[in-house]
């Protein structure tokens, strides 16, 4: 990357799981020193992640106060010190989803309100775990009560520890048609959307917003629901550990996820010594 390119960045985007965070799910020890140095420089710094906004903000703890965040895979965008904006599925589809979900063999659904998290009773331990990796406090129910849950749903995210590419991904596209948006996220996890939210297209009204190009854009993603964020970007990064069909869409290819790449990549980029922050 040459000296001119460097200094045209003004927004980066980071997805969560998978990329900034470690196996462990945390946060690089480096980054509170390194946000300040972004604002410093006026560069804005944006995550975007499948994850809900309680998870998120809990995550940053203080650090929240200033970032931009797309939750929910673009359903929910909250700018510092603003309202959030939200995109909620129609009570029809989630009726929808919930009947063809409880067909499956062990794809489990979980509505993701901006306020709480639901999922059903199961006896599946493993499932159990997982949920509770990515979503907090979540409200175990019986599977009818999900029918009626009155918060506003931004999002369905379907659990399956056999991998949704089998049997969830084709019944939902079965039952949903090409109407909403519906995106493996995970090795367990396939997410459901209005049509037209996506990671890219929230970046993309970001961009809008601030007046940023895509080539004074860096993006970092590691998952299917990276793809569209990362064509918003002229610098584009798959992570080293990233699926082939992320690869294919980025420009570039950032270390891994295990080995801080995201922090390496912008220390490098940004000439900062990762041993001084």
């Known amino acids: 990357m040459k000296k001119g390119e460097l200094d045209m960045i003004q927004l980066i985007a980071t997805d969560m799981d998978g ?13 509170p020193a390194l946000l300040e140095e972004l604002y410093r420089r006026d560069i804005t710094f944006a995550v975007a992640s499948g994850r809900s906004h309680m998870m998120l903000t809990n995550l940053f703890g203080e650090l929240a106060e200033e970032i931009i965040f797309i939750c ?6 909250m700018y510092p010190h603003e309202a959030p904006m939200l995109h909620s599925l129609p009570k029809e589809v989630i009726r929808q989803t919930l009947d063809a979900c409880h067909q499956l ?36 129910v019986p599977y009818d009560m999900l029918y009626a849950v009155d918060e506003p749903i931004l999002k369905i995210a379907l659990c399956d520890t056999n991998g949704p590419t089998r049997e969830a991904y084709p019944a939902m596209r079965d039952a949903l048609g090409d109407k909403y948006e519906l995106l493996i ?12 939210i996506t990671k890219g297209a929230a970046l993309r009204e970001l961009q809008e917003r601030m007046g940023i190009t895509p080539a004074e854009t860096m993006a ?3 998952y299917d ?20 069909r992320v690869k294919l869409q980025a420009r570039h290819t950032a270390p891994a996820n295990t080995k801080n790449g995201v922090v390496r990549v912008l220390c490098e980029t940004l000439g900062i010594h990762p041993e001084s922050l």
């Not at 990329?19 to 980054?31: A, F, G, I, S």
């Not at 929910?72 to 965008?77: E, L, Q, T």
């Not at 996220?185 to 037209?196: A, N, T, V």
């Not at 629901?225 to 082939?244: G, K, P, R, V, W």
Request: net charge negative.
């Open 19 to 31: 990329t900034l965070l470690d196996n462990e799910k945390r946060l690089p020890p480096q980054l």
């Open 72 to 77: 929910d895979n673009g359903a929910c965008v």
């Open 105 to 140: 063999s062990t794809a489990v659904p979980v509505l993701c309100g901006f306020h709480h998290i639901y999922y059903p009773e199961n006896n599946n331990a493993a499932m159990q775990r997982e949920i509770q990796r990515y979503y907090r406090d979540p409200q175990v």
């Open 185 to 196: 996220s995970g090795d367990c996890w396939m997410d459901i959307m209005c049509k037209g």
């Open 220 to 222: 970092f993603g590691d």
């Open 225 to 244: 629901n990276d793809i569209t964020m990362l064509q918003c970007a002229e610098f584009s990064y798959a992570m080293e550990n990233a699926s082939d």
